[in-house]
């Protein structure tokens, strides 16, 4: 018999590409004026008579925020503030840290997600301004004008939207902007303007086009990766089988998060699950590590954050969707979607479980069987106050499976003051110097 090996081709670790972000732009002096239209930002914040402005840039323009500010400066008479690392997304406005300084206003340079704000500050969006065949497009899309056909303009090319208006003039074409899809028709072929990406995904969900194209140098028709649908099914049932389940705050700026927030504690509740709150700003796998008894993690974020996607992470991702299709049998009419405020108006009514007792069923991840109260079945029960197990041979046990418990089975439960175990010394001096040889260590 051949041996089978177990360990992966050490290609995979040498080639894994551990930081993926945009690399940093530094755009040409000359250029800065028309690439942040400073003239445009300079009378925006005349006219509205502000006088403390925040400028927010994504990581990757940073090279160019000193220059920027230093201009608008110049044409205001008045400091600017640049807000260089924002504490969740780049691309959702960044209001809490602009409240920090009392600012008046923000402009906000580079991608953005359009999801529903919830920032009460003025703000300004200044695009980035990527090249287009024009030509090309119009040849491209030569093919489609027979039936009803709309072009949606990403916003690096707004720049040139008059140009395309100019050379594609059709009574079947209708032109929208990626800032203002209010009124964009639902169901039609529709070719977007842009990069593929998270952004065309969340089109394909919200808009349901009938045939979905996206031109950046060439057309090519979307076709929706099967595997962001199937991935749903296995975190519905995750969450079916978790215990204790963590929700993530990943975003302040987008509209209703509390409102979710508060929705999501009523669906866990009702389902007779814990969770816990947790903001700790940016996360990272570092910091959910430090919450080893979750068993799935509840993320509030914008529509365009890449967390979802990540597989670096100790527990699986879920979104609001998940958690509301997996234990709230009365929204069974919603459609996916990152964002959640394209469903959340649409939600049922929460079914309470509480003092009921419907059958169980089996878990497809684990074949265990599953409780009226959706925790696996060890045969035990576990009484009103989640304290106390009663085992089926009538033993009582603690319950160890929330955070108290969970906390009171670990090795090591972090500093802890000894109280009354310490004898009372006076001060005395401690050690001096360097941590590399303190004074009082042999030289």
Not at 82 to 100: F, V
Not at 218 to 239: A, F, G
Not at 281 to 300: C, H, Q, S
Request: hydrophobic share 35%; proline share 3%.
């Amino acid at each position: 018999m051949s041996q089978v090996s177990f360990s992966s081709n050490e290609a995979v670790s040498l080639e894994k590409t551990v930081n993926n972000e945009q690399k940093p732009v530094e755009t040409a002096i000359e250029n800065i004026d028309s690439v942040y239209e400073i003239e445009k930002c300079t009378q925006w914040i005349k006219i509205h008579d502000f006088h403390k402005v925040c400028l927010q840039f994504p990581n990757y323009l940073l090279p160019d925020s000193s220059e920027v500010a230093s201009r608008l400066e110049d044409k205001l008479g008045e400091n600017v503030y640049i807000l260089g690392d924002t504490a969740y997304e780049s691309c959702c406005i960044d209001y809490i840290a602009a409240a920090h300084l009392n600012a008046d206003a923000i402009i906000h340079f580079g991608p953005v997600c359009f999801s529903q704000t919830s920032a009460s500050i003025p703000y300004l969006n200044i695009y980035e301004k990527h090249d287009l065949n024009v030509v090309k497009l119009k040849h491209a899309i030569e093919g489609l004008r027979n039936d009803k056909l709309i072009i949606l303009v990403d916003t690096p090319y707004i720049h040139v939207l008059d140009s395309i208006e100019e050379a594609i003039k059709d009574q079947n074409v209708q032109i929208f902007r990626a800032d203002k899809t209010e009124s964009l028709p639902v169901k039609h072929k529709l070719v977007f303007v842009g990069d593929p990406g998270r952004k065309l995904m969340n089109i394909f969900l919200s808009f349901q086009p009938q045939k979905l194209y996206w031109f950046t140098n060439s057309l090519e028709e979307y076709v929706m990766d099967t595997v962001v649908l199937k991935k749903r099914n296995y975190l519905m049932e995750k969450i079916r089988d978790s215990r204790t389940i963590g929700i993530i705050i990943g975003t302040l700026g987008v509209k209703n998060y509390l409102n979710l927030i508060d929705r999501m504690k009523k669906v866990i509740s009702a389902s007779r699950k814990k969770y816990y709150i947790i903001s700790v700003g940016r996360p990272t796998v570092a910091k959910l590590a430090n919450f080893p008894e979750l068993d799935v993690y509840l993320m509030i974020t914008c529509a365009m954050s890449e967390i979802y996607d990540s597989r670096d992470f100790y527990q699986p991702i879920a979104t609001p969707f998940d958690v509301e299709m997996a234990l709230n049998h009365g929204s069974t009419d919603i459609k996916f979607s990152y964002d959640y405020n394209r469903y959340f108006e649409h939600c049922g009514r929460i079914e309470d479980k509480e003092g009921s007792r419907c059958e169980g069923d089996v878990s497809l991840l684990t074949n265990r069987i599953r409780g009226a109260d959706g925790i696996e079945d060890s045969g035990g029960g576990v009484n009103g106050n989640n304290q106390i197990m009663l085992r089926s041979d009538g033993t009582l046990a603690l319950n160890t499976s929330y955070g108290a418990g969970f906390l009171a089975d670990r090795t090591w439960k972090g500093l802890e003051q000894n109280l009354g175990g310490t004898d009372v010394e006076k001060a005395a001096e401690g050690r001096s110097g360097l941590a590399q040889k303190y004074d009082s260590e042999n030289r």
